[in-house]
């Protein structure tokens, strides 16, 4: 396969990607609030479930077959996107375009502690180069553990809307097939580029890939953030990082024990805790534009170190 064919596959993989999320988005936030849950919950549930599907989805086929660098880097590099361009990019659109700003809110407070514990519990975990099994275990059940949290959290009424589900389930399973079929475009054209480039798995898969899958977090905070749903557009980010590492990761240590390279110990996971550590602060002021360029020069600097490093 020729390096034009694979990157417009790529590009292909990330459009089916994109666009699946969006359906699977817009039509589980539907259905939420059709149920009556709050916009902080259906951030840090639905929407933040949906957008992180596309990484689950890749860094899944990644790991079964066996391009586990790929898998870890994509889900690193995702967190890393995550705060240092999606959340930056709300903060600026609510800055710029809305005219205001983010203020603090108490559950985003509350489950930014789980953000930091779940990186904070990766690094610990990582420090003998692997990523077990049973490490996986934990994990996924942590997440679990967080989602009855939250649903011991949330006093929110039932409503029912049959025909309206019935509409909805449609779409949430083309979103589905749409990102499933875009993950495996992605991951086998992202392969071919990196062997052509001369590119590690590792690289591809904290830049190119975890970008990639970190645009339907994207488009969905900037959506939210351009519909002033604030507790939509942080706790989507929110949501989405302890889903990587709870679910994504947990099920991938699951199949297979995931290896981490040294250099990602010693220098790019210590740079997820301190733009983690830096968001975990900033939520509890209103975020404002400088709030915005501290997370975006963390992004930078996160480039700069894969670069030139």
Not at 27 to 45: L, R, Y
Request: charged share 10%.
């Amino acid at each position: 396969m020729s390096f034009t064919i694979a990157f417009i596959l790529l590009i292909i993989g990330f459009i089916l990607l994109t666009k699946g999320a969006d359906y699977f988005i817009e039509n589980s936030q539907a259905f939420a609030e059709d149920k009556g849950i709050s916009p902080h919950v259906v951030g840090v549930t639905i929407v933040a479930f949906g957008t992180s599907l596309p990484e689950l989805l890749v860094s899944g086929i990644s790991s079964a077959q066996g391009y586990n660098d790929l898998a870890l880097g994509n889900i690193v590099g995702s967190n890393i996107s995550n705060i240092g361009l999606v959340l930056a990019s709300s903060i600026f659109v609510f800055y710029y375009v809305l005219g205001g700003e983010i203020e603090p809110n108490t559950d985003s407070n509350k489950d930014s502690y789980v953000m930091l514990a779940a990186v904070f519990l990766l690094i610990v975990f990582a420090q003998d180069n692997l990523i077990s099994f049973s490490e996986g275990c934990v994990f996924f059940i942590l997440y679990f553990m967080y989602l009855f949290s939250l649903y011991l959290r949330s006093k929110n009424k039932r409503n029912e809307d049959l025909i309206e589900e019935r509409a909805s389930y449609i779409f949430l399973i083309a979103g589905l097939i749409s990102m499933l079929a875009g993950a495996q475009l992605t991951v086998d054209s992202a392969i071919k580029i990196a062997s052509q480039l001369g590119v590690s798995e590792m690289v591809i898969g904290l830049t190119v890939v975890a970008v990639g899958t970190s645009l339907p977090e994207l488009a969905g905070t900037i959506s939210a953030a351009r519909m002033g749903h604030k507790e939509i557009a942080v706790g989507n980010v929110i949501g989405s990082n302890i889903a990587n590492i709870f679910l994504v990761m947990g099920v991938l240590a699951m199949i297979n024990d995931v290896a981490v390279d040294q250099w990602v110990l010693e220098i790019t996971l210590p740079l997820l805790m301190i733009i983690t550590v830096a968001a975990f602060s900033l939520i509890r002021v209103p975020f404002n534009r400088i709030s915005g360029l501290i997370l975006f020069a963390f992004f930078i600097l996160f480039i700069y170190e894969l670069t030139f490093v």
